[in-house]
């Protein structure tokens, strides 16, 4: 079964950080770009990271522009998305996704997603 799994949600305060990671299941992480993607309660759905199959090429919303970082650990097939500064407008439901291509777009298309993780920044 091919699938992907993403972790590392919570509940943090404003300002806090959290590290979300995105692994593979069924098949091989390193031949697909992955993008995070979240989703607040009545707002659409919002791409927030990219990374490309090398990990050479990243893109970020403006949202989180300087304070979210994309990586990846092909060796160990594990993507992360590394949450800092947290405000309360960040928290959603994160979900990780696999393109086939081998560069990167928040608009790309997606079409193997995870089952997503809760982030919630509050005090």
């Known amino acids: 079964q091919v699938q992907l799994v993403g972790s590392g949600g919570g509940l943090v305060q404003p300002g806090g950080s959290l590290r979300l990671f995105c692994a593979a299941s069924?098949?091989?992480?390193?031949?697909?770009?992955i993008g995070w993607f979240r989703h607040a309660p009545g707002q659409e759905r919002e791409g927030v990271s990219c990374?490309?199959?090398?990990?050479?090429?990243?893109n970020y919303a403006d949202s989180v522009k300087g304070r979210f970082t994309i990586s990846r650990d092909n060796g160990k097939t594990t993507v992360y998305l590394q949450m800092n500064s947290l405000k309360p407008e960040d928290t959603a439901v994160y979900y990780c996704?696999?393109?086939?291509?081998?560069?990167?777009?928040?608009?790309?298309?997606?079409?193997?997603w995870g089952q997503g993780t809760q982030v919630t920044v509050s005090s």
């Open positions: 990374i490309s199959r090398s990990g050479d090429i990243t």
């Open positions: 996704a696999a393109d086939s291509a081998w560069f990167c777009l928040l608009n790309g298309k997606y079409d193997t």
């Open positions: 069924g098949f091989t992480l390193n031949y697909y770009s």
